[in-house]
């Protein structure tokens, strides 16, 4: 593994905005890296970040099928009483999940190992799925890296199979907060994998959503809404006014991805899986044995984008991002290093669409901490 520069592309901002990339930039920062790349060995990305990936993904769904059924465990997640049964039923049911991505602390030199696993509401999958691999047929085309350099990526053919799993038999609509432009290109995206895979689609803004007569969920058209892909967080689906009418089997990812959903899996899985090469310790924040974890990681369970989350050095805090979460129930997990190079800090985020590894993004940020305006930067297999 390591990172290394080459020219940019003189055109990618025009080809960025030109198939919807418009969140290159983002609040007037940098998102999109075109001049820098990290390079893999094939073995590595087989044995170190491909096996890895689908092994945890393994372990999530095992403790899915363990705690379901598990009242007080569900309720350690902070899932509300008034909603276990949809979680139950919806796990029972066979609801049909899509894609995840677990982010993963790897330094080349060890067993790479997971840091939580963004199963609801992940986003970067466009820059991963598609600009990635154009910025790599481009590169190749223009002699900046050799003709056999390849991409783990897999993740555009792999939704399309995904999409093709559920029947075409009605309108699969897709909410988000259609004015937030990277929510909305992250959709659009995925939508598009949906009619390649014969769908009809219909997006809808996530706070446009009604309900009939019936309880049954309508678009601003009155179309009953039956199934839909929704870049909505679980956690607070359960706690909205319209809660009450949330059934099994509409919505994309299903109910039972709560579980997943939260950092309260992290000391779960631990607890099932104790000693696990690609785990790292982890309990709950009132857990005695979290003390011992000298150098570690304290986070909301709830916390998304880095937000609120902290790094313990020696018992203290050395470094903490601001946001929204934090009172909420807190996880601690030991602290991983993350590899390091040209003053970044990279974070591998690998993907899985069904039930498999279906391509790999990386992250980085000057700070330890993954946030919002973290880089997206490419990669190739090189070896």
Same mark, same amino acid.
């Given at each position: 593994?390591r990172?290394f520069?080459?020219?940019?592309r003189a055109?990618?901002r025009?080809?960025?905005?030109?198939v919807g990339f418009g969140?290159?930039?983002?609040?007037?920062e940098?998102?999109w890296?075109?001049?820098a790349?990290?390079?893999?060995?094939?073995?590595?990305?087989?044995e170190?970040i491909?096996?890895p990936?689908?092994?945890?993904h393994e372990?999530?769904?095992?403790l899915?099928?363990?705690v379901?059924?598990d009242?007080?465990?569900?309720r350690?997640?902070?899932?509300?009483?008034?909603?276990?049964?949809?979680?139950r039923?919806?796990?029972h049911?066979g609801?049909?999940?899509?894609?995840?991505?677990?982010?993963?602390?790897?330094?080349g030199?060890?067993?790479?190992?997971?840091?939580?696993? /963004? #199963?609801?509401?992940?986003t970067s999958?466009?820059?991963?799925?598609?600009? @990635?691999? /154009?910025?790599?047929?481009?590169?190749?085309?223009?002699?900046?890296?050799?003709?056999?350099?390849? @991409?783990? /990526?897999l &993740? @555009?053919e792999?939704?399309?199979e995904?999409?093709a799993?559920?029947?075409?038999?009605?309108?699969f609509?897709f909410?988000?907060?259609?004015?937030?432009e990277?929510?909305?290109g992250?959709?659009?995206?995925l939508?598009?994998?949906?009619?390649?895979?014969?769908?009809?689609?219909?997006m809808v803004?996530?706070?446009a959503?009604g309900?009939?007569?019936?309880?049954?969920?309508t678009?601003p058209?009155?179309?009953?809404?039956?199934?839909c892909?929704?870049?909505?967080?679980?956690?607070?689906?359960?706690?909205?006014p319209f809660?009450?009418?949330l059934k099994?089997g509409?919505?994309?990812?299903p109910a039972?991805?709560?579980?997943?959903? /939260?950092k309260?899996?992290?000391?779960l899985?631990?607890?099932k899986f104790?000693?696990h090469?690609n785990l &790292?310790p982890?309990?709950f924040a009132d857990d005695?044995?979290?003390?011992?974890?000298?150098? #570690?990681?304290?986070?909301?369970?709830?916390s998304?984008?880095?937000e609120n989350?902290?790094?313990?050095?020696?018992?203290?805090v050395a470094?903490?991002?601001?946001?929204?979460?934090?009172?909420?129930?807190?996880?601690i997990q030991?602290?991983?290093?993350l590899?390091?190079s040209?003053g970044q800090?990279a974070?591998?985020?690998s993907?899985?669409v069904?039930?498999?590894?279906?391509g790999?993004?990386?992250?980085?940020?000057?700070?330890?901490?993954?946030?919002?305006?973290?880089r997206?930067?490419?990669h190739?297999?090189?070896?």
């Open positions: 593994m990172r520069s080459l020219r940019e055109d990618w025009e080809k960025a905005r030109s969140f290159h930039e983002m609040y007037g940098p998102y890296v075109d001049n790349a990290y390079a893999f060995s094939m073995e590595e990305i087989e170190q491909e096996a990936t689908e092994a945890l372990l999530c769904m095992a899915v099928a363990d379901v059924d009242e007080a465990a569900l350690r997640l902070a899932i509300p009483d008034a909603h276990i049964e949809l979680v039923q919806s796990w049911n609801d049909r999940h899509l894609y995840g991505r677990f982010d993963l602390a790897y330094d030199t060890g067993p790479a190992r997971m840091l939580e696993y /963004n #199963a609801d509401t992940p999958i466009f820059e991963a799925a598609y600009f @990635q691999h /154009n910025w790599l047929l481009d590169q190749v085309e223009a002699g900046a890296l050799p003709g056999a350099a390849d @991409q783990f /990526n &993740l @555009q792999s939704l399309v995904a999409f799993c559920f029947p075409p038999d009605r309108i609509h909410a988000c907060w259609t004015e937030n990277e929510d909305r992250t959709t659009a995206y939508m598009d994998c949906a009619v390649q895979a014969g769908h009809r689609v219909e803004d996530i706070r959503i309900v009939d007569a019936e309880g049954r969920f678009d058209g009155e179309r009953t809404i039956d199934r892909f929704k870049l909505y967080p679980w956690e607070d689906m359960l706690r909205e809660a009450p009418y099994p509409v919505f994309v990812e039972w991805k709560s579980i997943l959903s /939260n309260g899996m992290l000391p899985l631990w607890e104790p000693g090469p &790292l982890a309990y005695p044995r979290a003390a011992d974890l000298v150098d #570690a990681v304290s986070k909301p369970i709830f998304r984008e880095g989350v902290a790094i313990l050095e020696g018992g203290k470094e903490e991002a601001p946001g929204v979460y934090g009172t909420e129930r807190r996880i030991a602290y991983a290093p590899f390091t040209d800090h974070v591998l985020g993907w899985v069904g039930d498999r590894a279906a790999l993004g990386i992250r980085e940020d000057h700070g330890r901490i993954t946030r919002n305006l973290s997206f930067v490419p190739i297999i090189d070896g």
